[in-house]
């Protein structure tokens, strides 16, 4: 988190205070005639800048005080300070699909290798400051830990460069009244903002140091939540928010929405956070940073452990309880489960006892939480629980509506179990009152409280799931208990409307836990059915042979990649004859490029693999571009029957290290045998240097690897007979470009290059061409919109007569003039084989470019 602000924007507090003094309600007496009363207006300026000054830091530092006691608590029972464990944060590339598209996807994150997204984590490019940072995380990965953790930083004065830090919480979309302004919005509805004694004030130093400013935005579900508050706002709305923010007209979306568009506090930097799932095009343009949460590593897992459980006793029963669940351990790369999971380890439960899957882990917690309730009154109460949770799954909410009406018995054993937490939207109440609310929120399981959260002074607390995946659970349960359209709720239906939006988080976890309790222990679920146990067992019965038969007719080969990965976690939750039944199915060719690979996911894969083992079937891998963990990819790999696999170049040969570091001789053999390349599509300037370090240890010139395996060579670059770099847009420059070039001459399978927009100049090509006359396989050669002139382009026309295969050459929009184009034409003479040479712009003469149209055809 520290090295995310590393930029310091200028400007100290003494700095703009002159600003703020003279834009805010600080009055001075009228000048009078002579010097003595000019000296007097000086020295009272002088005193009014100082009081203000001093007024100001008393704020910030009140600020700082009150946001260090809030973010202390990690969560209930947590303490910030003692069990916080760094998560895995990257940066990430935005990709467009193709090039004439205007909308941005989920697929478009590009998610590149492993090994070099441990490399390129949180560095800021230096002279180029970023002022909107989009952080994403799916549920339970510790986006909102993290931002606390930034706080808590910023109040022992780790950001020296922002003197003001807000907070403000998508859920204060909900209050819809126009009665706020940016003042108020700021000072008032900020989560972490103390009360303000002097708020004018503050407000003027605010806006007149706006660079001074960071905004956090958390608590938003997705991107298109963001999108929504992008779109263009009324005239009339921008003319007042323009002309006086601090009147009190506005609603909090106008404000949220004046914010993102950059019209209020258009210098402040911004920091967004948000699951990645949902278009955001318009979002994603405006970023210019991207950075992921991606949860925990094995040896963050065993740091938070060590934190849990400060019992010596109980620790070390706990890590041997883990280690001998490996579904379990694989589940505590994301933190939220990882604390479930320690929930569960608390109990001191045997190794036979532990959950093996997510049904049960959610299962156990509930029945953990609800254990100490009255019997008799605990199950109608949970049900109406689960009745809510649903409802909130299938708006894509985490929050239950202000509007909702709740039995105040549902509130208070709700957040008796610690499964629903009131939240206040607006910072009314003082530091007292809060700590009442929250003696009450943990003690309460009276009338009482609920009355209290009825009230009329807690209008607008509104209650929110505290966790998404026990939200999920519940809704699971409501649909198999309760719900008459239970088959409706299977994955996967068909229909239009099904195909057009992908599911949402909690709906896909809820799905997956509706077919996992189909199958669990029938005590647990029976115990919540009303029937008597004959029509409860013909009940359960009846769905697990409607689930079976609806998985059964699923047609495999129309399944997109995410589904069947979907599929083979749905499948792992359920049961032995539906995984047979998988098995059995599972296409042979298994291409999974572009989706996002979790621990737990590639322990579903590989049992589902396993089981497709036992039937004779054999399978290809494709785990390009899916961000899977090297010890992931190491046990997909090693089963006997993968055939042949792909995966990020860098992490395949981070993996040969380790196995030869280790001795393992086989496993090694089979990880050089089964990976291709082929054929290989470069997008990214990275892929080319993972290429040539793959080329270097093909042809022996590796320090690294040095094993008798790899001694005839790399057999995936034997195989590698179709080669394209499509590297539009890239910002290569002149120094990529001879980067480039000095890797272009081992790559003689290399058909397409394409070097768009990418800023090459004269130098860069002089490189590139030496490079390009010995490939003699490329038939496309794009230079299109870079920066050649003529010196350039006469470094071209020597070597396309030496390019045997070249039919297609694009230098269009470049700055050759008159003797670059003639250079290109009369060379053009000489290369019968090229179909087309675009190479028009503006500053070739017209009547030249037009003469040499004449004379060749092929020039466009």
Same mark, same amino acid.
């Given at each position: 988190?520290?090295?995310?602000?590393?930029?310091?924007?200028?400007?100290?507090?003494?700095?703009?205070?002159?600003?703020?003094?003279?834009?805010?309600?600080?009055?001075?007496?009228?000048?009078?005639?002579?010097?003595?009363?000019?000296?007097?207006?000086?020295?009272?300026?002088?005193?009014?800048?100082?009081?203000?000054?001093?007024?100001?830091?008393?704020?910030?530092?009140?600020?700082?005080?009150?946001?260090?006691?809030?973010?202390?608590?990690?969560?209930?029972?947590?303490?910030?300070?003692?069990?916080?464990?760094?998560?895995?944060?990257?940066?990430?590339?935005?990709?467009?699909?193709?090039?004439?598209?205007?909308?941005?996807?989920?697929?478009?994150?590009?998610?590149?290798?492993?090994?070099?997204?441990?490399?390129?984590?949180?560095?800021?490019?230096?002279?180029?400051?970023?002022?909107?940072?989009?952080?994403?995380?799916?549920?339970?990965?510790?986006?909102?830990?993290?931002?606390?953790?930034?706080?808590?930083?910023?109040?022992?004065?780790?950001?020296?460069?922002?003197?003001?830090?807000?907070?403000?919480?998508?859920?204060?979309?909900?209050?819809?009244?126009?009665?706020?302004?940016?003042?108020?919005?700021?000072?008032?509805?900020?989560?972490?903002?103390?009360?303000?004694?002097?708020?004018?004030?503050?407000?003027?130093?605010?806006?007149?140091?706006?660079?001074?400013?960071?905004?956090?935005?958390?608590?938003?579900?997705?991107?298109?939540?963001?999108?929504?508050?992008?779109?263009?706002?009324?005239?009339?709305?921008?003319?007042?928010?323009?002309?006086?923010?601090?009147?009190?007209?506005?609603?909090?979306?106008?404000?949220?929405?004046?914010?993102?568009?950059?019209?209020?506090?258009?210098?402040?930097?911004?920091?967004?956070?948000?699951?990645? +799932?949902?278009?955001?095009?318009?979002?994603?343009?405006?970023?210019?940073?991207?950075?992921?949460?991606?949860?925990?590593?094995?040896?963050?897992?065993?740091?938070?452990?060590?934190?849990?459980?400060?019992?010596? $006793?109980?620790?070390?029963?706990?890590?041997?309880?883990?280690?001998?669940?490996?579904?379990?351990?694989?589940?505590?790369?994301?933190?939220?489960?990882?604390?479930?999971?320690?929930?569960?380890?608390?109990?001191?439960?045997?190794?036979?006892?532990?959950?093996?899957?997510?049904?049960?882990?959610?299962?156990?917690?509930?029945?953990?939480?609800?254990?100490?309730? $009255?019997?008799?009154?605990?199950?109608?109460?949970?049900?109406?629980?689960?009745?809510?949770?649903?409802?909130?799954?299938?708006?894509?909410?985490?929050?239950? &509506?202000?509007?909702?009406?709740?039995?105040?018995?549902?509130?208070?054993?709700?957040?008796?179990?610690?499964?629903?937490?009131?939240?206040?939207?607006?910072?009314?109440?003082?530091?007292?009152?809060?700590?009442?609310?929250?003696?009450? +929120?943990?003690?309460?399981?009276?009338?009482?409280?609920?009355?209290?959260?009825?009230?009329?002074?807690?209008?607008?607390?509104?209650?929110?799931?505290?966790?998404?995946?026990?939200?999920?659970?519940?809704?699971?349960?409501?649909?198999?208990?309760?719900?008459?359209?239970?088959?409706?709720?299977?994955?996967?239906?068909?229909?239009?409307?099904?195909? +057009?939006?992908?599911?949402?988080?909690?709906?896909?976890?809820?799905?997956?836990?509706?077919?996992?309790?189909?199958?669990?222990?029938?005590?647990?679920?029976?115990?919540?059915?009303?029937?008597?146990?004959?029509?409860? +067992?013909?009940?359960?019965?009846?769905?697990?042979?409607?689930?079976?038969?609806?998985?059964?007719?699923?047609?495999?080969?129309?399944?997109?990649?995410?589904?069947?990965?979907?599929?083979?976690?749905?499948?792992?939750?359920?049961?032995?004859?539906?995984?047979?039944?998988?098995?059995?199915?599972?296409?042979?060719?298994?291409?999974?490029?572009?989706?996002?690979?979790?621990?737990?996911?590639?322990?579903?894969?590989?049992?589902?693999?396993?089981?497709?083992?036992?039937?004779?079937?054999?399978?290809?891998?494709?785990?390009?571009?899916?961000?899977?963990?090297?010890?992931?990819?190491?046990?997909?790999?090693?089963?006997?029957?993968?055939?042949?696999?792909?995966?990020?170049?860098?992490?395949?040969?981070?993996?040969?290290?380790?196995?030869?570091?280790?001795?393992?001789?086989?496993?090694?053999?089979?990880?050089?045998?089964?990976?291709?390349?082929?054929?290989?599509?470069?997008?990214?300037?990275?892929?080319?240097?993972?290429?040539?370090?793959?080329?270097?240890?093909?042809?022996?010139?590796?320090?690294?690897?040095?094993?008798?395996?790899?001694?005839?060579?790399?057999?995936?670059?034997?195989?590698?007979?179709?080669?394209?770099? $499509?590297?539009?847009?890239?910002?290569?420059? $002149?120094?990529?470009?001879?980067?480039?070039?000095?890797?272009?001459?081992?790559?003689?399978?290399?058909?397409?290059?394409?070097?768009?927009?990418?800023?090459?100049?004269?130098?860069?090509?002089?490189?590139?061409?030496?490079?390009?006359?010995?490939?003699?396989?490329?038939?496309?050669?794009?230079?299109?919109?870079?920066?050649?002139?003529?010196?350039?382009?006469?470094?071209?026309?020597?070597?396309? &007569?030496?390019?045997?295969?070249?039919?297609?050459?694009?230098?269009?929009?470049?700055?050759?003039?008159?003797?670059?184009?003639?250079?290109?034409?009369?060379?053009?003479?000489?290369?019968?084989?090229?179909?087309?040479?675009?190479?028009?712009?503006?500053?070739?003469?017209?009547?030249?470019?037009?003469?040499?149209?004449?004379?060749?055809?092929?020039?466009?």
């Amino acid at each position: 988190a520290p090295i995310l602000m590393s930029s310091s924007p200028p400007g100290s507090l003494s700095d703009t205070a002159s600003k703020a003094v003279s834009s805010s309600c600080v009055s001075l007496r009228s000048p009078s005639c002579g010097e003595d009363h000019g000296h007097s207006q000086a020295f009272t300026f002088e005193t009014n800048i100082f009081s203000f000054l001093k007024r100001v830091k008393d704020y910030i530092q009140a600020a700082k005080s009150h946001m260090y006691q809030l973010c202390l608590e990690m969560e209930e029972g947590l303490s910030i300070m003692s069990h916080y464990v760094d998560p895995h944060v990257t940066q990430r590339e935005i990709y467009r699909l193709g090039k004439s598209t205007n909308k941005c996807s989920d697929k478009e994150f590009s998610i590149t290798g492993r090994t070099h997204r441990l490399k390129n984590s949180l560095h800021s490019n230096e002279g180029k400051s970023r002022r909107c940072i989009l952080l994403l995380g799916n549920a339970g990965m510790g986006k909102t830990t993290l931002i606390k953790k930034l706080c808590l930083d910023w109040s022992r004065d780790s950001f020296p460069q922002f003197d003001f830090v807000f907070l403000l919480d998508g859920k204060g979309l909900t209050l819809t009244e126009p009665v706020h302004s940016l003042q108020t919005l700021l000072l008032d509805l900020s989560s972490i903002a103390p009360c303000c004694v002097d708020p004018d004030e503050v407000y003027a130093q605010v806006l007149a140091a706006p660079k001074r400013v960071l905004l956090i935005f958390d608590g938003f579900d997705e991107l298109r939540d963001y999108e929504s508050l992008l779109q263009t706002q009324e005239k009339d709305c921008v003319t007042l928010l323009q002309k006086d923010s601090k009147m009190q007209t506005f609603t909090v979306r106008q404000l949220y929405s004046a914010i993102l568009q950059r019209l209020l506090l258009p210098g402040c930097t911004l920091l967004l956070s948000s699951r990645p +799932r949902g278009a955001g095009s318009q979002l994603l343009r405006r970023v210019d940073a991207l950075l992921e949460v991606c949860g925990f590593t094995s040896d963050s897992i065993e740091t938070y452990l060590t934190h849990y459980f400060t019992d010596p $006793d109980l620790r070390a029963s706990a890590f041997e309880c883990l280690k001998s669940s490996s579904y379990l351990h694989h589940l505590c790369w994301n933190p939220a489960l990882c604390r479930l999971a320690c929930m569960v380890l608390e109990q001191g439960r045997s190794s036979e006892d532990l959950p093996r899957t997510l049904t049960e882990l959610y299962d156990k917690n509930r029945h953990n939480l609800s254990k100490n309730g $009255d019997e008799s009154d605990s199950k109608d109460l949970l049900l109406q629980l689960c009745a809510l949770a649903w409802e909130g799954v299938k708006a894509n909410s985490s929050s239950i &509506p202000r509007d909702r009406t709740i039995p105040t018995k549902v509130k208070v054993f709700g957040m008796g179990m610690g499964i629903l937490h009131p939240q206040n939207l607006r910072r009314r109440l003082s530091n007292e009152d809060n700590r009442n609310l929250e003696k009450k +929120r943990v003690e309460g399981q009276s009338e009482k409280k609920g009355k209290d959260i009825n009230s009329a002074d807690c209008k607008d607390l509104i209650l929110v799931w505290t966790c998404a995946f026990l939200q999920s659970y519940l809704a699971a349960v409501h649909l198999n208990v309760l719900d008459r359209s239970f088959l409706q709720a299977l994955p996967f239906q068909t229909g239009a409307k099904c195909r +057009r939006r992908p599911k949402k988080e909690e709906l896909e976890l809820t799905q997956r836990i509706v077919v996992g309790l189909l199958y669990h222990k029938k005590e647990k679920l029976q115990h919540l059915h009303s029937q008597t146990e004959t029509v409860f +067992r013909n009940t359960l019965t009846s769905r697990q042979g409607l689930a079976a038969k609806h998985l059964a007719g699923l047609s495999y080969s129309n399944l997109v990649p995410a589904q069947v990965l979907e599929l083979c976690n749905y499948v792992y939750e359920a049961s032995t004859k539906l995984a047979t039944q998988l098995a059995e199915n599972l296409p042979e060719s298994l291409r999974f490029n572009g989706v996002p690979f979790s621990p737990p996911d590639v322990f579903a894969m590989k049992d589902a693999l396993r089981r497709g083992g036992a039937e004779g079937r054999n399978f290809c891998l494709d785990l390009e571009n899916t961000g899977i963990q090297i010890s992931g990819l190491r046990a997909l790999m090693s089963l006997n029957n993968i055939n042949s696999f792909r995966a990020c170049i860098a992490d395949v040969i981070s993996l040969w290290e380790q196995l030869e570091q280790s001795g393992e001789e086989e496993l090694l053999q089979g990880a050089v045998s089964k990976f291709h390349i082929h054929p290989l599509k470069a997008t990214q300037v990275c892929h080319i240097a993972h290429l040539e370090k793959l080329v270097n240890i093909h042809m022996n010139k590796s320090s690294q690897l040095s094993h008798s395996i790899l001694a005839d060579g790399v057999p995936a670059v034997k195989d590698l007979h179709k080669l394209e770099f $499509d590297l539009e847009e890239s910002k290569i420059e $002149d120094e990529g470009a001879d980067k480039l070039a000095m890797v272009l001459d081992s790559l003689t399978s290399l058909e397409v290059l394409n070097l768009s927009q990418n800023c090459i100049g004269d130098h860069g090509v002089k490189k590139l061409a030496l490079a390009l006359k010995d490939l003699p396989k490329l038939h496309c050669l794009s230079l299109y919109s870079n920066e050649i002139s003529d010196e350039g382009a006469e470094s071209l026309a020597a070597v396309l &007569p030496q390019m045997p295969s070249l039919t297609q050459l694009d230098v269009g929009y470049n700055k050759l003039q008159g003797v670059g184009a003639q250079s290109l034409a009369l060379s053009l003479r000489d290369c019968k084989k090229v179909k087309t040479l675009r190479m028009w712009n503006q500053c070739i003469p017209y009547g030249v470019f037009e003469r040499l149209q004449r004379q060749d055809s092929r020039i466009l």
